[in-house]
């Protein structure tokens, strides 16, 4: 029962946090209150099989436990791919993913830079999700850094995405500049619509 209030109080705490269109914003720039991806994931997935979809690639991976949504287990468990490319440049980051997925001939996990992954891609995408992390150039506003670099992610990918194909970007409840700042107007540039923003973007084409 206390646990059943708490979520009532957090759930009314929220709505009177968005009332009148008013999202408070913390020191860092997030959106207070940030919710699970875990609704915006199993979306991606559900359209994901609704296309028919057969490869996901995603760059940055890893267990980062169920706030950051564990997106390796939604696609393994709800999706339909055969095939499922789980790329980080940290070792255990990968080695996370090799651990928990072991046995399981659709998941490869690799340690490699993302950006000189997707260039070197020979296959084609069908969902694209975008999880990683970039630094910023010393005196640069904060967030430039990967507001630039997710945008290099959809151009070394953008012409090995299928012709109906999904797009999600996490992290994405940021004040801008951020992951999402430049690569969402050229998705959209390129067919893509969004489908959902918030705590992710998922656009879908």
């Given at each position: ?30 959106w ?15 359209l994901?099989?609704?296309l ?8 940055g991976s890893?267990l ?10 939604t ?14 440049a940290d070792?255990?980051r990968v080695?996370e ?8 001939p659709?998941?490869e ?5 993302g ?8 296959g084609t ?19 430039v ?10 151009r ?22 951020w ?25 879908r084409?």
């Amino acid at each position: 029962m206390k646990a059943l209030l708490k979520k009532l109080r957090a759930a009314l705490s929220r709505a009177r946090a968005h009332g009148g269109g008013i999202i408070p914003v913390d020191e860092a720039g997030w959106w207070m209150h940030r919710t699970s991806p875990a609704a915006s994931l199993r979306e991606a997935a559900r359209l994901f099989n609704e296309l028919g979809g057969e490869t996901i690639v995603e760059i940055g991976s890893g267990l980062h436990g169920d706030l950051a949504g564990n997106s390796i287990f939604t696609w393994v468990r709800r999706t339909a791919a055969r095939r499922i490319v789980a790329v980080d440049a940290d070792e255990a980051r990968v080695n996370e993913v090799k651990s928990a997925t072991a046995g399981n001939p659709r998941v490869e996990a690799l340690v490699a830079d993302g950006i000189k992954y997707l260039e070197q891609f020979r296959g084609t995408i069908d969902l694209l999700y975008l999880d990683y992390w970039l630094p910023d150039l010393e005196g640069a506003v904060v967030g430039v850094g990967r507001a630039e670099g997710y945008r290099d992610a959809y151009r070394a990918a953008r012409d090995k995405m299928n012709e109906h194909s999904l797009l999600l970007i996490d992290d994405t409840d940021h004040v801008h500049p951020w992951k999402h700042t430049y690569i969402v107007p050229d998705a959209r540039t390129d067919g893509f619509r969004v489908v959902h923003e918030g705590r992710q973007t998922l656009l879908r084409r």
